[in-house]
Every structure is written in structure tokens, then in C-alpha cells.
């Protein structure tokens, strides 16, 4: 069985070396590791050479100019074109995660049991030395996640990715509309070293409403996270006439579902 992983990255001298270091030391050896940097300044591509080997393959790009939600699918989609045509499993893993050492063995062997799972990740927590979790389930992150090669190939129809704004939420439900049941898999373990994202807020509200976002979530919240910007993407899309992704149905049962799952966990 073959794993191939897809690493995006842009000014990760910090993080960069740390995330190599788990992955390379994987119980489940990964096969090809694809780094696409997306126009860095400092030194992470000298980072990377310290821990390239036969498996490794580095793509430069210049750096996209728009924000990171439009960025991110597109660096990825550089990074597909250069997968092995026998791979089994596909995994996108950021720069600035780090993972335990038996995280791709736990996930393989979750996905061939479960067939239609399509996606899993593990757990994701804040800092080695806090432990603290971050999101809700069923939500399986983006920096984390691995593919069987029939859901990435049907999300993508074909090995390429597709560059869709917030593909991280879009294949998660789209995976879903075909069938699949992405989970996350809590007894596999990995760490943010920079939880917090800077993705725009207006484009946060505008690619909600694109994935079928309903209002009354988006601008409740926006207004917990006193960003008025939010709500403003969100009506430019609106009063646009932007097209929805045929996610919505499927991005509002999403949402029911971790609403009750947060409830539940305060009930028992």
C-alpha cells in the first residue's frame, strides 16, 4: 500500500523542519512527499534540503496574490500533478502540523476497514504542551487528512486536483453527496504550531455562501467573533448573484450535526 503526501508551503523556516521530522519518522512510510512552496522569502526551501531524500520532490511557484482561501487549492493542485499513478492514499499535510509516529498507520488501516469512509484525520490539538483540541466533530481538518485514491479521484475526476475556494469544507460535504462518510479517527494525534488562521474575514463570508452556508449561521458567527466583515462577504455574494456550490442540503446538515454534538457533550 502506497501513501503519497502533499505539502503546501510558504515562509515556514519555523515550523517546516518540525513537520518533516514527524513525517518522515512514520511507523507507515509514505512513498513521495511533494513539497510545493508558494513563493517563500526565507529559508524554508534550505529547510526542506536538510530533509529531502528520493522520496521528496520540491516545487517552486510564484506567490498567488489573492487570500489564502483561493491560494491554498491551487498550490495543492500543483502539488497533484506529480502524484504516483499507483498510489492507494492521498494526504495533505500543512507545514505547521506535526504528527505522532503511528498517525498514517492508524489512518490507513481506519479507511480499509471502513470502505466508505473516503477521508479521515486525526485529532488535532493546539500545542504538544497544552493538549488543548481544536474544532468539532465530524469535522475532519484540512492539515491533516488522508484520501483513499477512489475519493480522491472522484472528488477531482482524475488525479488533478480541482482549485475550489475552501476545499477543505467543499470535500468534506462533496464527499459526502457521493456516498462517502469522512471521519476522524481520535486515537490518531497531531499538533498545530500555529493554530490560528489568517484567512480574510470578508472572503470567509463570501465562500460560505458559495458552499451553502445558511444565514443565520454565518452572521451569528460574525457577530461571536465581532467581525462585520464576515457578514459583509457573505450579502457581496448574496446581492451578487454569486453561483452556489450543490453542497448546500449537505453544509447545513453539517452544521445540525455539530450543533448537537456540542450539546450532547454539555447534556452528558
Known sequence: MKISIITPTHNEEENIGKCLQSLVKQSFKPQQIIVVDDGSTDKTLKVVSDY??????????????????????????????????????????????????????????????????????????????????????????????????????????????????????YHNVYARMLGFNPKRVESAVSWSLRPTRTTPPFLKGYVSYQLGYPMWYLFGRAARNLSPAMSAGYLKALVSGEKQYPTKQFVRQMQVERVTNVFGRLLF
Open 52 to 169: 529531502a531524500d528520493e522520496r521528496f520532490q520540491i516545487v517552486t511557484r510564484p506567490r498567488h496574490k489573492k487570500g489564502d482561501i483561493h491560494r491554498v487549492p491551487y498550490v495543492l493542485r500543483e502539488g497533484s500533478r506529480l502524484l504516483d499513478d499507483n498510489f492507494d492514499f492521498v494526504a495533505i499535510l500543512d507545514a505547521d502540523t506535526v504528527l505522532e509516529k503511528d498517525y498514517y498507520l492508524k489512518l490507513t488501516k481506519a479507511l480499509k476497514v471502513q470502505a466508505n469512509m473516503g477521508i479521515a484525520g486525526g485529532k488535532l490539538c493546539n500545542q504538544p504542551d497544552t493538549g488543548l483540541i481544536l474544532g468539532l466533530l465530524p469535522y475532519v481538518y484540512g492539515c491533516n487528512r488522508v484520501y483513499t485514491r477512489e475519493c480522491w479521484m472522484k472528488l477531482n475526476e482524475g488525479k488533478v486536483m480541482k482549485p475550489v475556494p475552501s476545499w477543505d469544507t
